[in-house]
T-cell receptor
Framework: AQTVTQSQPEMSVQEAETVTLSCTYDTSESDYYLFWYKQPPSRQMILVIR??????QNATENRFSVNFQKAAKSFSLKISDSQLGDAAMYFC???????????FGKGTKLSVIP | NAGVTQTPKFRVLKTGQSMTLLCAQD?????MYWYRQDPGMGLRLIHYSVGEGTTAKGEVPDGYNVSRLKKQNFLLGLESAAPSQTSVYFC????????????FGPGTRLTVL
C-alpha cells in the first residue's frame, strides 16, 4: 500500500524568504509520479508541481522547485521569494504506475508573514 | 472554459435524506473522480470513472453511488445520508489516468444533521 507522510502540520515563512515543505512516501513500485497540490482558502486545489520518478532532474516551476531523493523516498517542496498569495494548505501526493490511486498526505498549512 | 464545476456549493441534510452532487467538466477529460476531505485526513477517493458509462470504487465507497452517463458529467449520490458523511466533497478530472494532473472543482460542503 502507498503511504504519504507530511511531518509538518503547520509552517510559517517571512515574505520574500524561502521555505521548504517535507514529504516522504512509501511505495513498492519503481515507476510512479509525485505531486504537490496547493489548496488556498478558496478551497479549490491546483497543481503546483509534478515529478516523474524515472526522471533524475528535479522539477521546477517558477519559484517552486522540488528536491526528489528517490533512494530516501523523499520529495520536498521549496518555495523561493515567498509571497502572501502562497499562504495555503499544501498536499503531497503519490501515484504508482500500476495502481488506480492517488494517495494524498495530510497536508501542511503554510502561513506567510508580511 | 469553466474547467470543473460542482453543484451545489453548500447543502444541509437530515439523517436519512438523499441527495445528488453534480460535477461537470468541459475539458473533454476521460477520467473523473470524487473525493472527500475531512479535517486532518487529506483527500480520500470515493469513486472514480475511466470513461463514459464506467465507474469504479475507491478507498471509501460505502454509502455512496455514482453514475457517468455522459462524458462531461459525474454524479455522486447519497441514498440515506448519515452524520459520518459530513465532509467537503471534491470532484476532479484528468485527461488520462491517475498519473496525470488532476483538475479540481471548488468543492461542496455537506452537513448531515
Amino acid at each position: 500500500a502507498q503511504t504519504v507522510t507530511q511531518s509538518q502540520p503547520e509552517m510559517s515563512v517571512q515574505e520574500a524568504e524561502t521555505v521548504t515543505l517535507s514529504c516522504t512516501y512509501d511505495t513498492s513500485e519503481s515507476d510512479y509520479y509525485l505531486f504537490w497540490y496547493k489548496q488556498p482558502p478558496s478551497r479549490q486545489m491546483i497543481l503546483v508541481i509534478r515529478q516523474e520518478a524515472y526522471k533524475q532532474q528535479n522539477a521546477t516551476e517558477n519559484r517552486f522547485s522540488v528536491n526528489f531523493q528517490k533512494a530516501a523516498k523523499s520529495f520536498s517542496l521549496k518555495i523561493s521569494d515567498s509571497q502572501l498569495g502562497d499562504a495555503a494548505m499544501y498536499f503531497c501526493a503519490h501515484s504508482g504506475a500500476g495502481s488506480y490511486q492517488l494517495t494524498f498526505g495530510k497536508g501542511t498549512k503554510l502561513s506567510v508573514i508580511p | 472554459n469553466a474547467g470543473v464545476t460542482q453543484t451545489p456549493k453548500f447543502r444541509v441534510l437530515k439523517t436519512g435524506q438523499s441527495m445528488t452532487l453534480l460535477c461537470a467538466q468541459d475539458m473533454n477529460h476521460e477520467y473523473m473522480y470524487w473525493y472527500r476531505q475531512d479535517p486532518g485526513m487529506g483527500l480520500r477517493l470515493i469513486h472514480y470513472s475511466v470513461g463514459e458509462g464506467t465507474t469504479a470504487k475507491g478507498e471509501v465507497p460505502d454509502g455512496y453511488n455514482v453514475s457517468r452517463l455522459k462524458k462531461q458529467n459525474f454524479l455522486l449520490g447519497l441514498e440515506s445520508a448519515a452524520p459520518s458523511q459530513t465532509s467537503v466533497y471534491f470532484c476532479a478530472s484528468s485527461l488520462w489516468d491517475f498519473r496525470d494532473t488532476q483538475y479540481f472543482g471548488p468543492g461542496t460542503r455537506l452537513t448531515v444533521l
